[in-house]
């Protein structure tokens, strides 16, 4: 969707932001390749990038995460996964994660996770996000999620014990999204069938349009684009919490 520039006001220059990538390439059974969603990465990275955040890439095996080779088609291409290509820095910083299981929650004031499919099979289960999520939420800092990247959610618990979803209201990938993209019968789990059967209050817009959610601490996006959205959710949310120090 085209983006508008508006002015807003910068972070405070040590505020620092994790982004948390799925290590996971495979589809599944069908022998093709998945991994994270290039626009769901590059939207975010440079809004946080150029509101001044400090940022810290990870993956649960660290180095290169694997790239949806159909977020890499042409028809996928958006300014900013033009301007990541172009960029030396960030390829070099996304070739070279942090091991997810050596961060913690204190390092950072909030965490952001992009989509693509592999989450469903690593992240969703990766007992350091799961920890890193509960961390973050327990020391009142946010947990941003976009597209099937809020599969991350379901074993992540909120004050009190409970599941985090539950009673909230999020969203994420939909069963009808699922559906015409053909992996309804290859994905581990229906990402809107999981945050409602663990008490959350989904919503969704049309199919592929953007869709963003923010209930408290939890930020949550429908699909690619809504990463951007998303992102600047985030920031908002960060920037309200400064102004108020």
Same mark, same amino acid.
Request: glycine share 10%; hydrophobic share 40%.
């Given at each position: ?18 982004? +948390? ?9 069908? !022998?093709?390749?998945? !991994? ?25 095996? @660290? ?21 990541? %290509? ?11 994660? =942090?091991? *997810? ?9 909030? =965490? ?5 499919? @592999?989450? *469903? ?24 999620? =976009? ?18 979803? %539950?009673?909230?209201?999020?969203? !994420? ?9 053909? *992996?309804?019968?290859? +994905?581990?789990?229906? +990402? ?6 663990? !008490? ?13 959610? +923010? ?31």
């Amino acid at each position: 969707m085209p983006q508008t520039t508006t002015h807003r006001s910068p972070l405070e220059h040590h505020t620092h932001i994790l982004m +948390v990538l799925t290590s996971h390439g495979q589809l599944g059974d069908t !022998g093709r390749k998945t !991994g994270f969603w290039l626009e769901e990465f590059a939207a975010p990275y440079y809004a946080f990038q150029d509101a001044g955040a400090t940022l810290t890439l990870a993956s649960p095996l @660290g180095g290169q995460p694997p790239l949806d080779p159909k977020s890499d088609e042409d028809s996928s291409q958006t300014e900013a996964t033009r301007r990541f %290509k172009a960029d030396a820095a960030a390829q070099f910083a996304l070739a070279h994660t =942090v091991k *997810l299981s050596t961060l913690r929650a204190t390092g950072f004031d909030a =965490v952001f996770y992009p989509g693509g499919h @592999g989450p *469903l099979w690593d992240l969703a289960q990766d007992a350091a996000s799961i920890a890193l999520i509960d961390a973050m939420i327990a020391a009142g800092k946010p947990v941003a999620a =976009v597209c099937h990247a809020p599969g991350v959610l379901g074993h992540a618990r909120g004050l009190g014990g409970q599941a985090l979803v %539950k009673g909230k209201n999020v969203t !994420g990938f939909t069963n009808t999204e699922e559906e015409a993209a053909g *992996l309804t019968r290859v +994905v581990p789990f229906l +990402v809107e069938d999981m945050l409602t059967e663990r !008490g959350g209050h989904f919503t969704k817009a049309a199919d592929w349009q953007p869709h963003v959610v +923010v209930d408290g601490l939890l930020i949550t996006g429908q699909n690619p684009a809504s990463s951007a959205p998303a992102a600047q959710a985030l920031l908002t949310h960060l920037r309200a919490r400064q102004a108020t120090k």
